[in-house]
T-cell receptor, first 115, second 115 residues
Protein backbone atom coordinates (compact mmCIF):
# COMPACT_ATOMS: atom_id res chain seq x y z
CA UNK A 1 0.00 0.00 0.00
CA UNK A 2 1.19 3.46 -0.76
CA UNK A 3 1.96 5.90 2.05
CA UNK A 4 3.26 9.42 2.55
CA UNK A 5 5.41 10.73 5.38
CA UNK A 6 5.84 14.38 6.20
CA UNK A 7 8.44 14.32 8.98
CA UNK A 8 7.92 17.88 10.15
CA UNK A 9 4.66 18.61 11.93
CA UNK A 10 5.35 22.31 12.40
CA UNK A 11 7.95 24.63 10.88
CA UNK A 12 8.55 28.29 11.67
CA UNK A 13 10.52 30.54 9.33
CA UNK A 14 11.17 34.25 9.11
CA UNK A 15 9.63 36.22 6.31
CA UNK A 16 12.08 36.37 3.41
CA UNK A 17 13.86 33.19 4.43
CA UNK A 18 13.98 30.11 2.24
CA UNK A 19 11.73 27.14 2.88
CA UNK A 20 11.92 23.42 2.33
CA UNK A 21 9.14 21.05 3.36
CA UNK A 22 9.96 17.38 3.28
CA UNK A 23 7.88 14.59 1.83
CA UNK A 24 8.76 10.92 1.50
CA UNK A 25 6.52 8.40 -0.18
CA UNK A 26 6.26 4.68 -0.39
CA UNK A 27 5.08 3.27 -3.68
CA UNK A 28 6.25 0.45 -5.88
CA UNK A 29 6.16 2.15 -9.26
CA UNK A 30 6.49 5.70 -10.48
CA UNK A 31 3.83 7.63 -8.62
CA UNK A 32 1.87 10.75 -9.27
CA UNK A 33 2.90 13.30 -6.63
CA UNK A 34 1.13 16.41 -5.41
CA UNK A 35 1.51 19.30 -3.02
CA UNK A 36 -1.59 21.04 -1.69
CA UNK A 37 -1.95 24.05 0.59
CA UNK A 38 -4.77 24.57 3.06
CA UNK A 39 -5.30 27.98 4.59
CA UNK A 40 -7.32 28.15 7.82
CA UNK A 41 -10.97 27.37 7.18
CA UNK A 42 -10.34 26.82 3.49
CA UNK A 43 -10.26 23.89 1.15
CA UNK A 44 -7.25 22.45 -0.56
CA UNK A 45 -5.51 24.35 -3.29
CA UNK A 46 -3.18 22.52 -5.65
CA UNK A 47 0.32 24.02 -5.64
CA UNK A 48 1.97 21.66 -8.11
CA UNK A 49 2.04 18.10 -9.32
CA UNK A 50 4.47 15.65 -10.86
CA UNK A 51 3.39 13.01 -13.32
CA UNK A 52 6.43 12.43 -15.51
CA UNK A 53 9.25 14.21 -17.33
CA UNK A 54 11.35 16.94 -15.75
CA UNK A 55 11.87 16.08 -12.10
CA UNK A 56 11.88 19.75 -11.06
CA UNK A 57 8.31 21.01 -11.09
CA UNK A 58 7.25 24.62 -10.92
CA UNK A 59 4.00 25.54 -9.24
CA UNK A 60 1.94 28.53 -8.27
CA UNK A 61 2.94 31.23 -5.77
CA UNK A 62 6.64 30.72 -6.45
CA UNK A 63 6.80 27.15 -5.16
CA UNK A 64 8.76 24.31 -6.74
CA UNK A 65 9.33 20.66 -5.89
CA UNK A 66 11.88 18.08 -6.97
CA UNK A 67 11.13 14.42 -7.48
CA UNK A 68 14.04 12.23 -6.41
CA UNK A 69 13.33 8.60 -7.14
CA UNK A 70 16.47 7.34 -5.38
CA UNK A 71 15.36 8.99 -2.14
CA UNK A 72 11.62 8.47 -2.62
CA UNK A 73 11.21 12.15 -1.93
CA UNK A 74 9.25 15.07 -3.30
CA UNK A 75 10.33 18.08 -1.25
CA UNK A 76 8.66 21.46 -1.64
CA UNK A 77 10.78 24.61 -1.77
CA UNK A 78 10.39 28.33 -1.95
CA UNK A 79 13.35 30.74 -2.08
CA UNK A 80 11.71 33.57 -0.12
CA UNK A 81 8.69 33.06 2.11
CA UNK A 82 5.94 35.65 2.42
CA UNK A 83 3.70 36.09 5.47
CA UNK A 84 0.74 34.96 3.36
CA UNK A 85 2.38 31.54 2.94
CA UNK A 86 1.47 30.64 6.52
CA UNK A 87 -0.81 27.63 6.12
CA UNK A 88 -0.79 23.86 6.27
CA UNK A 89 0.86 21.96 3.46
CA UNK A 90 -0.02 18.44 2.39
CA UNK A 91 1.93 16.07 0.20
CA UNK A 92 -0.07 13.38 -1.59
CA UNK A 93 0.60 10.39 -3.82
CA UNK A 94 -1.52 8.50 -6.30
CA UNK A 95 -0.86 5.48 -8.41
CA UNK A 96 0.13 6.44 -11.93
CA UNK A 97 -1.80 5.47 -14.98
CA UNK A 98 -5.05 6.32 -16.62
CA UNK A 99 -8.02 6.32 -14.32
CA UNK A 100 -6.10 6.65 -11.08
CA UNK A 101 -8.47 8.36 -8.69
CA UNK A 102 -7.41 7.88 -5.07
CA UNK A 103 -5.00 10.22 -3.31
CA UNK A 104 -3.07 9.19 -0.21
CA UNK A 105 -2.16 12.19 1.90
CA UNK A 106 0.52 12.85 4.47
CA UNK A 107 -0.45 14.29 7.84
CA UNK A 108 0.62 17.75 6.84
CA UNK A 109 3.19 20.35 7.85
CA UNK A 110 1.99 23.53 9.45
CA UNK A 111 4.02 26.56 8.40
CA UNK A 112 4.26 29.64 10.59
CA UNK A 113 5.92 32.80 9.29
CA UNK A 114 7.56 35.33 11.61
CA UNK A 115 7.41 38.91 10.35
CA UNK B 1 -17.23 28.81 -13.71
CA UNK B 2 -18.01 28.00 -10.11
CA UNK B 3 -15.78 25.57 -8.31
CA UNK B 4 -16.80 22.59 -6.23
CA UNK B 5 -19.52 23.79 -3.87
CA UNK B 6 -20.07 22.24 -0.49
CA UNK B 7 -22.74 23.09 2.04
CA UNK B 8 -23.15 23.73 4.77
CA UNK B 9 -19.72 25.07 5.71
CA UNK B 10 -20.34 24.24 9.33
CA UNK B 11 -22.76 21.69 10.73
CA UNK B 12 -23.44 21.05 14.38
CA UNK B 13 -25.25 17.92 15.45
CA UNK B 14 -25.98 16.25 18.75
CA UNK B 15 -25.07 12.64 19.28
CA UNK B 16 -27.63 10.36 17.65
CA UNK B 17 -28.80 12.86 15.04
CA UNK B 18 -28.29 12.56 11.30
CA UNK B 19 -25.86 14.68 9.29
CA UNK B 20 -26.28 15.38 5.59
CA UNK B 21 -23.43 16.97 3.68
CA UNK B 22 -23.91 18.21 0.13
CA UNK B 23 -21.49 18.56 -2.74
CA UNK B 24 -22.12 20.08 -6.14
CA UNK B 25 -19.29 19.25 -8.54
CA UNK B 26 -17.77 21.68 -10.97
CA UNK B 27 -19.67 22.20 -14.18
CA UNK B 28 -18.87 19.41 -16.59
CA UNK B 29 -17.56 17.08 -13.91
CA UNK B 30 -19.32 13.77 -13.55
CA UNK B 31 -17.17 12.14 -10.85
CA UNK B 32 -17.25 12.95 -7.15
CA UNK B 33 -14.98 11.89 -4.32
CA UNK B 34 -15.39 12.32 -0.58
CA UNK B 35 -12.49 12.64 1.85
CA UNK B 36 -12.46 13.00 5.63
CA UNK B 37 -9.92 14.96 7.63
CA UNK B 38 -9.76 14.05 11.28
CA UNK B 39 -7.98 16.47 13.67
CA UNK B 40 -4.19 16.41 13.24
CA UNK B 41 -4.51 14.01 10.31
CA UNK B 42 -4.27 14.20 6.56
CA UNK B 43 -7.24 13.61 4.34
CA UNK B 44 -8.45 10.04 4.01
CA UNK B 45 -10.33 8.75 0.99
CA UNK B 46 -13.88 7.62 1.70
CA UNK B 47 -15.82 7.04 -1.50
CA UNK B 48 -15.83 7.58 -5.26
CA UNK B 49 -19.07 8.05 -7.15
CA UNK B 50 -20.31 8.62 -10.63
CA UNK B 51 -23.87 9.64 -11.35
CA UNK B 52 -26.19 6.96 -9.89
CA UNK B 53 -23.27 4.64 -9.25
CA UNK B 54 -20.84 3.98 -6.40
CA UNK B 55 -17.48 3.02 -7.88
CA UNK B 56 -15.36 2.54 -4.76
CA UNK B 57 -16.51 2.83 -1.16
CA UNK B 58 -13.53 1.08 0.38
CA UNK B 59 -12.81 4.02 2.69
CA UNK B 60 -16.29 4.33 4.11
CA UNK B 61 -16.98 3.10 7.62
CA UNK B 62 -19.12 -0.03 7.40
CA UNK B 63 -21.98 1.35 9.47
CA UNK B 64 -23.91 4.62 9.61
CA UNK B 65 -22.23 6.19 6.57
CA UNK B 66 -23.68 6.27 3.07
CA UNK B 67 -23.18 8.33 -0.07
CA UNK B 68 -25.12 8.94 -3.22
CA UNK B 69 -24.81 10.95 -6.40
CA UNK B 70 -28.23 11.04 -8.05
CA UNK B 71 -28.92 11.77 -11.68
CA UNK B 72 -30.10 15.23 -10.70
CA UNK B 73 -28.81 17.30 -7.83
CA UNK B 74 -25.77 17.25 -5.59
CA UNK B 75 -23.90 14.34 -4.11
CA UNK B 76 -24.92 13.63 -0.52
CA UNK B 77 -22.82 12.12 2.25
CA UNK B 78 -25.13 10.91 4.99
CA UNK B 79 -24.05 10.01 8.50
CA UNK B 80 -26.72 8.43 10.68
CA UNK B 81 -26.68 8.46 14.48
CA UNK B 82 -23.58 10.62 14.67
CA UNK B 83 -21.03 10.11 17.44
CA UNK B 84 -18.32 12.43 18.73
CA UNK B 85 -15.71 10.58 16.68
CA UNK B 86 -17.44 11.70 13.49
CA UNK B 87 -16.37 15.29 14.19
CA UNK B 88 -14.11 16.16 11.28
CA UNK B 89 -13.81 18.17 8.11
CA UNK B 90 -15.38 16.46 5.12
CA UNK B 91 -14.09 17.43 1.72
CA UNK B 92 -15.58 16.74 -1.65
CA UNK B 93 -13.64 16.74 -4.88
CA UNK B 94 -14.73 16.37 -8.48
CA UNK B 95 -13.17 15.55 -11.81
CA UNK B 96 -14.18 15.23 -15.43
CA UNK B 97 -14.89 11.77 -16.76
CA UNK B 98 -11.80 9.65 -17.25
CA UNK B 99 -9.27 12.04 -15.70
CA UNK B 100 -9.18 10.99 -12.06
CA UNK B 101 -6.42 12.63 -10.04
CA UNK B 102 -5.05 14.40 -13.09
CA UNK B 103 -7.84 16.97 -12.96
CA UNK B 104 -9.10 16.90 -9.42
CA UNK B 105 -10.61 19.94 -7.70
CA UNK B 106 -11.52 20.20 -4.04
CA UNK B 107 -14.29 22.09 -2.33
CA UNK B 108 -13.87 24.15 0.83
CA UNK B 109 -15.20 21.40 3.04
CA UNK B 110 -17.90 20.95 5.67
CA UNK B 111 -16.81 21.07 9.29
CA UNK B 112 -18.98 18.68 11.27
CA UNK B 113 -19.07 19.12 15.02
CA UNK B 114 -20.86 16.55 17.14
CA UNK B 115 -21.86 17.69 20.63
Amino acid sequence: AQSVTQPDIHITVSEGASLELRCNYSYGATPYLFWYVQSPGQGLQLLLKYFSGDTLVQGIKGFEAEFKRSQSSFNLRKPSVHWSDAAEYFCAVASSGAGSYQLTFGKGTKLSVIP
Amino acid sequence: NAGVMQNPRHLVRRRGQEARLRCSPMKGHSHVYWYRQLPEEGLKFMVYLQKENIIDESGMPKERFSAEFPKEGPSILRIQQVVRGDSAAYFCASSPRGTGVEKLFFGSGTQLSVL
